[in-house]
């Protein structure tokens, strides 16, 4: 009996043994990762105080690295290419798996690490033409000696940091995930542009606009859509001469719409409450006598972050500033002469083009009254635990097809049939802009650094120790009719093309503004007097409105005026609308939970301070009263979707229009007016409440309700920082929503010697078992920023210094 219990046991050990050693499927091999030896135990990590020295191959001459407390790396080259192989390896070395992962997904490659259930997503990535734009991409890059030399060796850094790698050390998701590192190469510092560019350039609104010209025509469209809004403050400032000629702009042609039924689409639109912020005050209104630059991208709040921090010095720069994982030098930042930062422009640089073909074969399509060829791009996407999955995307001139008829969309986020034609599909060489501004010296080099930038266009705010201050709504400008691709276009009729560019010396640009200051926020690049079309919708105005109210107040700006200009929770979009909105409740109708809500709103000062219950109810009404208002006449359904006007234009019917027909439910047979609207919208959103929080009390504060939450790259609530206690909100100089905000916040005051500061939601490491994962955390939780430390040489002192690594 004894015999047959051990041999049992015997078996059953080396069954479980068997089973946790071999994948299953797509669910990865779970005993490497609980393995004393190479699992997640390995992955602890203590504070490193430590000098060492690292042999490697690849560098020309030895590089010393600098350390400080937060574990931020000061690079010391004796060339540029030492300096950029050093920030691959070092951001290799702290943030790889995070790299891989987001040019895998770039490249529709998510398949191969989770199985199936990503498919569609890859095929979703492949159809867009990620890899056709990254192609085009990387092949312009390494035309430049300049570009080359920096994307090449912060490749082979990278390169040096995965060759030295065991599994034990792997990052713990590839342990989770059951795969292991491959090379970089240099396309994938292309994909992850083309990533960036998805996030930032992406957005479409021309199917549902399509339906609503369809169901309400031309002239009710023009009304409640307007190209340019009711309040408005744009980035260049009003008024504001055109220093060029312009060149002749394509004529809008007779027929703007192409003959199609109303399409169903979830494309996504790109977030106008996600917002970023930047300025820059000149010397007139600085304490210092110098500018001081600010600048805060808010973008999807993630672990890793978003940004990495470095320095590099070398004999032709010294530089600091937030990088991104996966490219080389710095994107956003300062050197001893200039500072820069960017906002996203939100131009109109994706366009749909509705393809007829030839017939079934899809060979041909026609264009410009003949047939042309259709280039056809084969697709093989590996899947995880299963056979390898083969597609065809069909290319036209205007770009991929990315679904045809018969196909399900994923997400229905595209139409099918339909060409898409994207700036992101474009040789340019956008990594030059950077490498010029991580050097530049003055206001001409700016300039012309910027005059190599494509995509995603942005917002470049600018200043030097010379005094100057400049912004420049900048990158590659489709030159247009006005509003085109403000719907479908027809892709037979030549004149729907993009008939060249924008000549980039003739975008927006500003220097020195009487009034002191630069800023954006997102929001109209210009007043109507541009002569070209980039939009015809830009970001709401109350940010940007708000910046420019508290800067123009400015005087004698210090690096903290600017901090808490960041940290600016007042809700100019309240502050518009409540006293028009409270005199039309009929409070008699109210209930008691109702009537406390609305004696919170009429003593609320608009601020979105965490402890404030007045957001959360303002918030909720505000989108029940946007229901209340348009659901009935632009409903959307499975098979046609539309959009409401903006709330700016449904603010400006309230002031200026209260009788419209608008307030009336067309589904009922009463005659609704705006007092019944706005009062019935409060209602049910202070019920909404209810439902979820019960009575009026601590649940109802606005950090609680929000819940700010910073997400692990790979959803893994574990790794993630949840219920993030932080004010602001959507439309709010603090934009920070339930999953965006601030990704990197940062105040530099230029003169003889910059001063800077910086933090971002998360630390350098993106390994959850470091220190250093999430220890800047607080820092930004509190609206605090932490000195950067710009040192000049290896040599200098600092007690903020830890450790020195030297590469040879």
């Known amino acids: ?454 995509a995603p266009a942005q917002n470049f705010v600018f200043a030097d120790v010379a005094k100057d201050i400049a912004i420049s709504p900048n990158g590659r400008f489709p030159l247009k009719w006005k509003d085109q691709g403000k719907f479908l276009l027809d892709g037979t009729n030549p004149a729907h093309d993009w008939q060249g560019w924008i000549p980039a010396s003739q975008n927006p640009h500003v220097k020195n503004p009487p009034r002191g200051f630069v800023s954006s926020a997102n929001q109209s690049s210009t007043d109507p007097t541009y002569p070209y079309y980039i939009n015809w919708q830009f970001a709401p105005a109350e940010r940007g409105t708000r910046i420019n109210q508290r800067l123009a107040a400015m005087q004698q700006v210090t690096p903290d005026s600017l901090r808490m200009l960041q940290n600016d929770n007042l809700n100019l979009r309240a502050a518009h609308a409540l006293p028009v909105f409270l005199p039309y409740v009929q409070e008699k109708t109210l209930t008691g939970e109702q009537a406390k809500a609305l004696a919170i709103m009429k003593t609320w000062r608009y601020n979105h301070d965490v402890a404030e219950t007045a957001p959360t109810i303002f918030t909720e009404w505000m989108r029940q009263y946007m229901d209340g208002v348009w659901k009935d006449d632009f409903p959307s359904n499975d098979t046609t979707t539309l959009r409401y006007p903006s709330f700016d234009r449904t603010l400006q019917l309230a002031e200026k229009e209260p009788m419209a027909h608008w307030f009336d439910d067309i589904t009922t047979p009463a005659q609704e007016t705006i007092g019944n609207v706005l009062t019935q919208s409060f209602r049910l959103a202070v019920d909404s409440l209810v439902r979820q929080h019960g009575p009026i009390g601590t649940a109802w504060q606005w950090g609680t309700h929000k819940g700010t939450r910073i997400s692990h790259l790979a959803r893994l609530d574990a790794l993630s920082a949840l219920n993030v206690q932080i004010g602001g909100g959507r439309d709010i100089v603090n934009a920070t929503t339930e999953r965006t905000g601030p990704s990197w916040r940062m105040v530099v005051a230029l003169g003889p010697t910059p001063k800077a500061y910086g933090v971002y939601p998360g630390g350098q490491s993106g390994n959850p078992g470091s220190p250093y994962y999430l220890n800047m955390l607080e820092t930004w939780r509190t609206g605090q920023l932490n000195e950067l430390l710009y040192l000049q040489s290896a040599q200098d002192k600092s007690p903020r210094i830890k450790r020195k690594m030297i590469l040879k």
């Open 1 to 454: 009996m004894r015999y047959t219990k051990a041999i049992t046991v015997s078996l059953l050990t080396v069954l479980v043994v068997w089973a946790l050693n071999r994948p299953w499927g797509s669910i990865p091999a779970f005993g490497p990762l609980l393995s004393p030896f190479v699992g997640f135990w390995q992955n602890a990590e203590a504070v490193n105080n430590t000098d060492e020295e690292i042999i490697l191959n690849g560098t020309n001459s030895p590089v010393t690295v600098v350390f400080d407390e937060l574990a931020i790396p000061h690079v010391f080259a004796q060339n540029d290419h030492d300096a950029y192989f050093a920030q691959g390896y070092l951001t290799a070395r702290d943030r790889l798996w995070q790299m891989e992962f987001q040019t895998h997904a770039a490249a529709g490659r998510v398949s191969e690490l989770v199985g199936d259930k990503a498919l569609e997503l890859d095929r979703y990535n492949r159809h867009l033409g990620m890899g056709f734009g990254a192609e085009r991409a990387v092949k312009e890059m390494l035309t430049d000696p300049r570009s080359k030399e920096s994307v090449e060796a912060y490749t082979a850094g990278v390169n040096a940091w995965i060759n030295q790698l065991k599994p034990a050390q792997y990052p713990l998701e590839y342990k989770l995930l059951g795969y292991a590192p491959e090379p970089w190469q240099p396309i994938k510092c292309a994909y992850f542009l083309k990533y960036m560019s998805g996030v930032l350039a992406l957005g479409a609104d021309d199917l549902n606009m399509s339906n609503v010209l369809k169901k309400v025509g031309p002239v009710v469209t023009a009304d409640l859509f307007p190209d340019y809004p009711y309040r408005e403050d744009p980035i260049v400032p009003v008024g504001t001469k055109w220093d060029f000629t312009p060149v002749k702009v394509p004529a809008m042609p007779d027929n703007v719409l192409p003959d199609t039924k109303p399409v169903a689409m979830t494309w996504q639109e790109h977030d106008p409450g996600i917002g970023s912020n930047n300025w820059a005050v000149g010397p007139q209104k600085s304490a210092t006598g110098y500018p001081i630059l600010a600048n805060d991208p808010h973008l999807s709040l993630s672990l890793p972050s978003i940004w990495y921090q470095m320095q590099l010095v070398t004999p032709t720069m010294n530089v600091y500033g937030a990088t991104m994982p996966g490219s080389p030098g710095v994107i956003i930042g300062f050197n001893k002469q200039v500072a820069w930062g960017v906002t996203n422009v939100g131009a109109d640089v994706l366009d749909f083009y509705q393809i007829r073909f030839k017939d079934a074969s899809r060979r041909e399509y026609w264009h410009n009254n003949q047939w042309k060829p259709v280039r056809r791009r084969l697709e093989i996407i590996k899947v995880k635990g299963k056979p390898d999955v083969v597609d065809t995307v069909l290319y036209t001139h205007h770009g991929p097809v990315m679904y045809e008829a018969g196909q399900k969309p994923f997400a229905k986020n595209v139409p099918v049939g339909y060409a898409a034609r994207w700036i992101a599909h474009e040789a340019s060489n956008d990594f030059l802009t950077y490498y010029l501004l991580d050097r530049a010296k003055n206001h001409d080099d700016y300039r012309k650094a910027l005059s190599y930038y494509g």
